[in-house]
């Protein structure tokens, strides 16, 4: 079965530079959903989006944006990259939010090195 | 939300039952839980979810109590490939229906 599609699985990019991490949901899949995780730590919720409108946001920084396109796959742009964003980032998607009583699915991740 | 409180962590014997414990005692009424586990570094894996009636599914079975203050998750027969960290969440509309993880449980399972 289709899963998750995260690209690119690792990424090494020079501090003050930008970066954009892609997610590809599991087809019929209109919910999107990022984390950031840090090393050692547990993953954090930044932003989701439903039908291409943002749901909710979490502890992201204002460097960072993110969208969903009208084929629903999503993007997480991140500027001005600090040596703190380094982090493992996770895109989840789900057929409707979870108050429908559905799974959420998490992709592979994108490493992120920043140095 | 509901805070939901796991051991740090627990062993398991491989080919044994591991059944991981999780509090809920603030639970309400229309929180569901949710168990996803991690295996190092790799994207949580959903296991099983429920509301108040038991679950099972080809991974896992979830047992929640009558009063929905505390769940077991229960791997069957434990394999050395079941070593990863599980997480319990409770998911409502005070989280806008979406998985917020907390600290989860290690579990080793041991040859």
């Known amino acids: 079965a289709a899963g998750v599609i995260q690209s690119p699985r690792h990424l090494i990019k020079e501090k003050r530079e930008t970066a954009t991490l892609k997610c590809y949901p599991i087809p019929r899949h209109d919910t999107v959903y990022w984390y950031q995780q840090g090393p050692g730590q547990d993953p954090q919720f930044l932003i989701s989006f439903y039908e291409k409108m943002q749901s909710d946001k979490g502890s992201i920084p204002d460097r960072f944006s993110a969208q969903q396109f009208s084929d629903y796959h999503s993007e997480l742009n991140m500027s001005s990259l600090e040596l703190g964003d380094s982090a493992l980032y996770f895109c989840?998607?789900?057929?409707?939010?979870?108050?429908?009583?559905?799974?959420?699915?998490f992709g592979q991740g994108t490493r992120l090195t920043v140095v | 939300d509901a805070k939901t409180t796991q051991p740090t962590s627990m062993d398991c014997a491989e080919g044994r039952a591991a059944n991981l414990p999780c509090n809920h005692s603030?639970?309400?009424?229309?929180?569901?839980v949710y168990w996803y586990r991690q295996i190092h570094s790799q994207g949580p894996q959903y296991i099983i979810h429920?509301?108040?009636n038991n679950e099972t599914n080809e991974m896992a079975s979830l047992i929640i109590t009558e009063d929905r203050k505390s769940s077991t998750l229960i791997l069957p027969h434990a394999t050395l490939r079941d070593t990863a960290v599980y997480y319990c969440?409770?998911?409502?509309?005070?989280?806008?229906?979406?998985?917020?993880f907390g600290k989860g449980t290690l579990l080793t399972v041991n040859p």
């Open positions: 603030t639970i309400s009424g229309n929180e569901y």
């Open positions: 429920g509301l108040k």
């Open positions: 969440i409770a998911v409502s509309g005070g989280s806008n229906y979406k998985l917020t």
């Open positions: 989840a998607s789900s057929f409707g939010d979870l108050r429908m009583n559905t799974e959420a699915f």
